[in-house]
């Protein structure tokens, strides 16, 4: 059965601290490995990664795909408090039209 | 900046009753999708659907779901006889090319079931 299990859960953190998520998945037919940051309701887009080893960044968010040993890590440097939020990360399965496998999520709360 | 919108935004319906969840989605998008959450726990893959038919469903996606894109811009999610147990949070999501392309997705319907 196709797997993607995040941690932690959950993190306290206060602004300024660097946090690291993990995610690291089980799938058969893999395609791609996306995030996403839920705050209240829809799941919003930060990164797609298809390979291995190449990291992507976007202001003070970037990620990384180790598609060897099946993981991924998404690091946020000088917290904010508005990075509160349920960080999703959802595997691409091919051939399934698309398909996505989502974590149960890791949510952030950065307290002032 | 194009999104996918859906309405309504809460529908709260008696046990048994026919809901239908409505999305728009991005404009010039191939592949439309549906997705739900229950509270607490994970999104769950329910539907894909390309060029008018289900391209993947899952073993949630029953006799008691349909989709449907009765228009060029709407793309609809009904459950024929609404059970407690689908009370969650329905989202659609829409791409342009299903496996390489990010799906978006929108605010979603927040489904009660009494």
């Known amino acids: 059965e196709d797997k993607v299990v995040q941690s932690p859960l959950s993190l306290v953190v206060h602004e300024g601290d660097t946090v690291t998520l993990n995610c690291s998945y089980e799938v058969t037919n893999f395609r791609s490995l996306l995030w996403y940051k839920q705050e209240k309701k829809a799941p919003t887009f930060l990164f797609m990664l298809?390979?291995?080893?190449i990291e992507k960044k976007s202001g003070r968010l970037s990620s990384i795909l180790d598609k060897k040993e099946l993981f991924s890590i998404l690091n946020i440097t000088a917290t904010q408090t508005g990075d509160s939020a349920i960080y999703l990360c959802a595997v691409v399965i091919y051939n399934q039209g698309g398909k996505l496998i989502f974590g149960q999520g890791t949510e952030l709360s950065v307290k002032p | 900046e194009p999104e996918v919108t859906q309405t309504p935004s809460h529908q709260v319906t008696q046990m048994g009753q026919e809901v239908i969840l409505r999305c728009v989605p991005i404009s010039n998008h191939l592949y439309f999708y549906w997705y739900r959450q229950i509270l607490g726990q994970k999104v769950e893959f329910l539907v894909s659907?390309?060029?008018?038919?289900?391209?993947?469903k899952s073993e949630i996606f029953d006799d008691q779901f349909s989709v449907e894109r009765p228009d060029g811009s709407n793309f609809t999610l009904k459950i024929r006889s609404t059970k407690l147990e689908d009370s969650a949070m329905y989202f659609c999501?829409?791409?342009?090319?299903?496996?390489?392309?990010?799906?978006?997705f929108g605010p979603g319907t927040r489904l009660t079931v009494l």
């Open positions: 999501a829409s791409t342009w090319a299903a496996s390489t392309d990010t799906q978006y």
């Open positions: 298809t390979s291995s080893g």
């Open positions: 659907f390309y060029n008018n038919e289900i391209s993947e």
